[in-house]
């Protein structure tokens, strides 16, 4: 492989997601990440584009999003405007072609990590609209009739809740990784990663009323990494002796976000 993705010093990837993302990129497919909120899918891009030394695009999904605005937008309000004040250039069309981010990634001079953040929230047609755009590295803008074409393949990696079930088509074209929950000893890596000097006992304190929490079936909200992450520097910044931890659950809004859940840990660890 001419280009490998490693751990960097603010990401912590396990062997097997380094394997993914590497075998995506050989292969030249879009890798396709899941795995619970809060356990590093969108900052994965970030890491790839540090470790490889590329430039990081993001295109950002919402419900309202469509293919089309990844690829080009025809501006024809601000060409109306030009025209009724007599600016000139108003029949080149070319000027209202606004590229939207895939298209800013094809026409980049140099490869560009693409991250295409939680597609789940866009409508079903969505991940098809892209497919072919995704195979061929070009689009039409029918404007100007003229083809657009990848200067160079980006890395493309794409995010998912599994809010929706994407369409198998699309699938097939991915290189797919599930990112698991952190174990404690992968956990106590990524805290590191951030707070190198934080104390041995209570960082395994905090770990252990964590995973703790995690582990009780009725938790609705189960906290996640970063939550853990910014416990662990509350309890620092408040001062909080080891002891207090489990007695007191200081801060504990900053781990449990739901009433319910609230109440079911306070009763549970009483």
């Known amino acids: 492989m001419r280009e490998a993705f490693h751990s ?4 912590v990837a ?16 879009p890798l396709l990440i899941k795995g619970e909120p809060g356990t590093g899918k969108t900052m994965l891009a970030q890491a790839v584009a540090a470790s490889l030394g590329k430039k990081l695009i993001v295109w950002n999904i919402k419900s309202t999003t469509k293919a089309q605005d990844g690829l080009y937008l025809y501006d024809t ?7 009724q004040f007599g600016e000139e250039g108003v029949d080149d069309i070319a000027r209202y072609i606004k590229l939207g981010k895939l298209g800013e990634a094809f026409a980049d001079d140099e490869q560009v ?3 295409i953040d939680e597609i789940d929230k866009a409508d079903l047609e969505f991940p098809n609209d892209l497919l072919w755009e995704l195979d061929q590295m070009e689009f039409y803008i029918h404007e100007t009739k003229r083809t657009v074409k990848a200067k160079h393949r980006p890395i493309v990696i794409i995010t998912s809740n599994a809010e929706k079930e994407l369409p198998d088509a699309f699938l097939r074209r991915c290189i797919f990784h599930y990112i698991d929950f952190p ?74 976000k739901k009433d319910e859940d609230l109440e079911t840990v306070r009763q549970k660890m009483a």
Request: aromatic residues 8%; glycine residues 4%.
């Open 8 to 11: 960097t010093g603010q990401y």
């Open 14 to 29: 396990s062997e097997q997601l380094m394997a993914s993302v590497n075998v995506a990129i050989a292969l030249e497919k």
């Open 77 to 83: 309000i601000q060409r109306l405007y030009d025209g």
């Open 113 to 115: 990590i693409l991250l």
């Open 183 to 256: 174990d404690e000893q992968l956990m106590e890596q990524i805290v590191r990663v951030h707070y190198p000097d934080v104390e041995q006992k209570l960082l395994q304190e905090a770990m252990d009323v964590f995973y703790e929490i995690r582990s009780y079936r009725d938790i609705r909200k189960k906290p996640s990494t970063s939550e853990l992450i910014d416990w662990i520097n509350a309890l620092q910044l408040g001062g909080i002796p080891t002891e207090q931890i489990r007695k007191a659950l200081p801060f504990v809004g900053v781990i449990v």
